[in-house]
Each structure stands twice: as structure tokens, then as C-alpha cells.
């Protein structure tokens, strides 16, 4: 056999440069994730300056004038909210006590201080 009949020739398609599995994650997907996570971090970023200047508002809060009452024994709720506000709905009286003193129930013990809406 001669050696004019052993070259191999190559085309221009084979240029002796493959990638296999990880050759490609590391050359296509590696920077498509550097990418996504700059693009959430920017999201994030952007995202907390522009709820920022809300939450920072000077306002103050409108406080309503409250007072302190002490139960006593035979107290309900139902009954301390007609005795602080006797003219308005005893329902909604009743709910801003619960909300003023964290209460969970309808549970009253003589001698608990309350803090109840004023007028």
C-alpha cells in the first residue's frame, strides 16, 4: 500500500474541536445561569428601593384615645362595652377591645385591667 493512499484528509466540518456533555454546560449553560441569577438579583434589588420610600412614610399612625378600666366580678365584655361606649354598636366596641388587649377569648378575670376605647 502506499503512503499517498493512507492520508487522511480533512474537510472543513471537522476541525478537531468537540465538546461533549460538560464541554457544552460549561460553555453555553454556565453563563446563561451567571446571567439569570444577576438578572434576579437585579429584580431583588430594584425591587426593595421601590417599596422602600413607601414603608418610610412620615406619617404618624392615628392613635384613638384609650382608657384603662378594672373588671370586676360578674364583668363580661358585652357589659364593659355598654359602660364605655353606651351609644355605639356593642359588637364593634367589643372587637376593639379584644384588638386593644390581645385577647384571644371572651375570658375576663376580676381585677384584669383593660384598655378600652374612650367615649
Known amino acids: 500500500m502506499s503512503t499517498a493512499a493512507s492520508v487522511v484528509t480533512r474537510t472543513a466540518g471537522s476541525a478537531g474541536f468537540h465538546l461533549n456533555r460538560r464541554g457544552r454546560f460549561l460553555f453555553v449553560g454556565l453563563p446563561i445561569l451567571v446571567v439569570a441569577a444577576l438578572a434576579a438579583a437585579a429584580a431583588?434589588?430594584?425591587?426593595?428601593?421601590?417599596?422602600?420610600?413607601?414603608?418610610?412614610?412620615?406619617?404618624?399612625?392615628?392613635?384613638?384615645?384609650?382608657?384603662?378600666?378594672?373588671?370586676?366580678?360578674?364583668?363580661?365584655?358585652?357589659?364593659?362595652?355598654?359602660?364605655?361606649?353606651?351609644?355605639?354598636?356593642?359588637n364593634q366596641t367589643i372587637l376593639r377591645i379584644g384588638e386593644l388587649n390581645d385577647l384571644t377569648g371572651s375570658e375576663l378575670q376580676p381585677g384584669q385591667v383593660l384598655f378600652v376605647p374612650r367615649g
Open 44 to 90: 431583588v434589588f430594584l425591587g426593595a428601593h421601590a417599596v422602600a420610600p413607601a414603608a418610610a412614610s412620615p406619617e404618624r399612625p392615628v392613635v384613638a384615645p384609650v382608657e384603662s378600666v378594672t373588671v370586676d366580678y360578674g364583668d363580661t365584655l358585652w357589659s364593659v362595652a355598654g359602660q364605655v361606649a353606651p351609644d355605639a354598636p356593642r
